[in-house]
């Protein structure tokens, strides 16, 4: 399923950005083998700080298992101000219409092989629906995206062609890199679709993400919770020792019996 975080609702979704950057960096430098900035282990850039929409694949449990990032090219991005290599002396592309995907990645370590729906073909093709469909809906005609070889040849291979490329295909360090044009029509969408298998709503309404992760947090503090209970209980060498970690043990309890009641 696919939730959209942005600058109205990003406050919002901090826990998944935040695993969204960490998969950037396990994917792009870790993998790939990009020269790309990973501080503590999250990939970030300076068009990260330019407020972008981010199309954001999630699995049953809420794990972030896909990203792309979405800019405007009316402003700053990646074509026109790192990439501009691949333009050849062109001027870079320039309207409200037209936005350019760049950051496009699964989690290959979490995801199988095949079709099915918790596959990496699955999940990258729903990925491409994703940003056609907020795309469309957001009156944006078409996406130009900075890939590799690769990408372009998965493209291919998931109805998804690009109908037209800008520049040339060049060298960006240990890779090549080129821009592919997709338009946001109805007609691509339902191709990519059909050849998934994809069928229904693939967009996760805000408040089902945001509960499902306070779900997470509160099963996370109480795993934490009973272990630093368990190793105080462990660690009493006198009665009044056991005495106090039994009764915090009972206090912890109680508070998040209350927790889950207010939850309800």
């Not at 795309?135 to 109805?159: F, L, N, Q």
Request: charged fraction near 30%; charge should be negative; include cysteine.
């Amino acid at each position: 399923m696919i939730v959209v975080v942005d600058a109205i609702n990003k406050d919002k979704f901090t826990h998944i950005l935040d695993d969204m950057y960490k998969l950037r960096a396990r994917v792009f430098q870790d993998r790939m083998g990009w020269d790309v900035k990973v501080t503590n282990g999250r990939e970030m850039d300076e068009f990260d700080e330019l407020d972008p929409a981010y199309v954001i694949s999630l699995d049953d449990d809420m794990n972030v298992i896909g990203c792309a990032r979405l800019l405007q090219t009316t402003g700053p991005h990646m074509l026109s101000d790192v990439f501009f290599d691949i333009l050849d002396g062109e001027p870079p592309l320039r309207s409200a219409l037209i936005w350019e995907s760049t950051r496009f990645c699964v989690d290959r370590d979490r995801l199988g092989k095949g079709v099915a729906k918790n596959s990496v073909s699955y999940a990258t093709a729903e990925l491409m629906v994703g940003i056609m469909e907020y795309a469309r809906e957001s009156g944006i005609s078409d996406i130009i995206t900075v890939i590799d070889p690769v990408m372009d040849r998965v493209m291919k291979r998931s109805d998804n062609a690009p109908y037209d490329y800008v520049g040339k295909t060049a060298d960006m360090g240990k890779v090549k890199a080129l821009a592919a044009l997709v338009d946001c029509t109805d007609e691509r969408i339902n191709k990519v679709r059909a050849f998934a298998g994809i069928e229904g709503e693939i967009f996760l309404p805000e408040k089902a993400v945001a509960e499902a992760h306070q779900d997470k947090d509160l099963a996370m503090m109480e795993t934490e919770l009973k272990t630093y209970i368990e190793e105080q209980l462990t660690a009493a060498t006198t009665e009044r020792e056991r005495s106090d970690a039994i009764a915090l043990k009972e206090a912890i309890g109680e508070m998040l019996r209350t927790r889950r009641m207010s939850d309800a």
